[in-house]
């Protein structure tokens, strides 16, 4: 599948600039899908990723949540209204505060549910996370006070749940992913079961993308509705202030059910470290970015940038594009490590006894013993080589996962490798999260560090040992 579409017209210069100024920010791309008049007018993707790669979309998910509740609502099994008080009534502590009776979903559409602060760990990890959210006590009047919450959007996911009697990926699948003609994606659940709705969604930029477009047509997609557009207009109006620790337009222009205001008009959801989608109705433009990103102020004052110049004459080719996303993430090859490294790991929380390094023409295989089986891994040699494994600990978060959970999860990668003196370094690339990780074996120091470039890591280093 091409990389690169950028239709007859659009400023293909606009597009280049938005790239080159994402070096500038140490923000990373992955991918880029741009709508007009419900037509794809630029569509990239960045290799070694592929063009419809699915993403982990952290907060961007919530948009995708606040739907499932307007499905609800129309359907008049929930209300905005509902006190979430009677509607989980064997989730509640054994006395219920003012707080608590007066707390509505509306209130956690809003981000306005009383705390003070996200309670999304102690949900995540809890072993009942709706009993955590509402024993955690209320610094606020619940629907006053704006304290952005995933665990509030937790509790709408759960609400879904409630008042239909199915799981929430089932049923989003049904009302709504299905209706867009898309797969049934992955969406992450806590510890307990109960969908982490504000996050953990996995989709590729087409989805979203029509998803916005279902949006911008307030609730239909296709000639058939999915939600009305009552509810559309009501979750995209601005319930709230919203200003985050700064006075960037984008975050202090208000938030709706599940999704911001714009500065620049429409409105938008958003996640962590860089994942966006803009629907801006006044300019029958639907944007959406999938990156790895250090600075999400810059980055959208880059993306508004690359908007205000897009529909704007220019001369750019468009295979200068077409370069930059073949080989902004080119690797030099390097000499090759042409020896066996059989190496001994220190005890350590991720359960790995033993690592291995060897030459597989001039790439590398890396197989990690952990908890009596080996993985392996590949690494190219001036290329990216995509590898899956299954490891325990190397799944890099917001926050650091807790080991003595002892989960295992997909570490879906592209590697690569260099080699120089006594020094291994192995770069992966997620292929299906917004991060990037370095394996650095210094086989002099008897260390093995793992370094992440955006997020967290529980364990970063080891002890190692030749034998």
């Known amino acids: 599948m091409k990389r690169v579409y950028i239709k007859e017209g659009v400023n293909a210069g606009a597009v280049k600039d938005f790239i080159l100024n994402c070096g500038t920010i ?18 990239c993707a960045f290799a070694p990723y592929e063009p419809d790669g699915r993403m982990y979309l952290y907060s961007l998910s919530k948009p995708f949540c606040s739907v499932m509740c307007g499905i609800c609502i129309d359907e008049g099994l929930l209300s905005p209204d509902v006190k979430l008080c009677e509607l989980f009534p064997d989730k509640m502590p054994g006395e219920l505060t003012e707080g608590l009776k007066k707390l509505t979903l509306e209130d956690c559409l809003t981000m306005r549910c009383g705390h003070g602060r996200c309670v999304l760990e102690e949900m995540r ?133 599940q999704f911001w205001k714009n500065g ?28 790895e990103s250090y600075d999400a102020v810059k980055e959208f004052e880059f993306f508004n940038k690359m908007l205000d110049d897009l529909f704007k004459p220019g001369d750019c080719p468009a295979e200068e594009v077409e370069k930059l996303c073949e080989n902004l993430y080119s690797v030099p090859k390097t000499e090759p490590f042409r020896r066996e490294a059989d190496l001994a790991v220190a005890p350590n929380g991720a359960g790995i006894t033993r690592v291995r390094l060897c030459a597989e023409g001039d790439g590398l295989c890396i197989t990690v ?18 590898s899956v494994a299954s490891l325990r600990d190397f799944d890099i978060t917001q926050v650091p996962s807790d080991p003595a959970l002892g989960r295992e999860i997909p570490f879906d990668v592209y590697g690569s490798y260099e ?18 990780q370095k394996w650095i074996f210094d086989l002099n120091a008897g260390k093995w560090t793992v370094e992440p470039r955006c997020g967290n890591l529980c364990i970063r280093e080891f002890d190692i040992s030749a034998e």
């Open 26 to 43: 140490l923000t990373a791309p992955r991918a880029l899908q741009i709508l007009k008049g419900g037509e794809t007018v630029v569509k």
């Open 125 to 257: 990890w809890g072993k009942d996370a709706l009993k955590e959210f509402f024993a955690f006590p209320m610094q606020f009047e619940p629907g006053e006070t704006f304290v952005y919450s995933t665990g509030a959007t937790m509790v709408c996911a759960a609400a879904v749940e409630r008042v239909t009697g199915r799981k929430f990926a089932d049923l989003a699948y049904e009302k709504l992913f299905s209706k867009l003609g898309v797969e049934k994606p992955e969406w992450r659940e806590a510890l307990d079961g109960t969908n982490l709705g504000g996050t953990g969604l996995m989709v590729n930029t087409e989805t979203v993308a029509r998803f916005g477009q279902m949006l911008m047509q307030k609730g239909v997609y296709n000639g058939k509705r999915i939600v009305s557009e009552e509810y559309i207009k009501n979750a995209t109006s601005k319930h709230t202030e919203s200003y985050v620790n700064h006075v960037s337009p984008d975050w202090s222009s208000g938030y709706g059910y």
């Open 264 to 291: 620049r008009g429409g409105f938008r959801g958003d996640g962590a470290y860089g994942q966006i989608m803009f629907v801006l109705p006044e300019e029958d433009v639907v944007a959406v970015f999938f990156g």
């Open 369 to 386: 013993t952990a908890d009596g089986s080996d993985r392996v891994i590949r690494c190219g040699n001036g290329e990216y080589i995509r």
């Open 419 to 436: 080699y120089s003196g006594d020094t291994v370094t192995a770069t992966f690339r997620h292929a299906d999260t917004c991060h990037t």
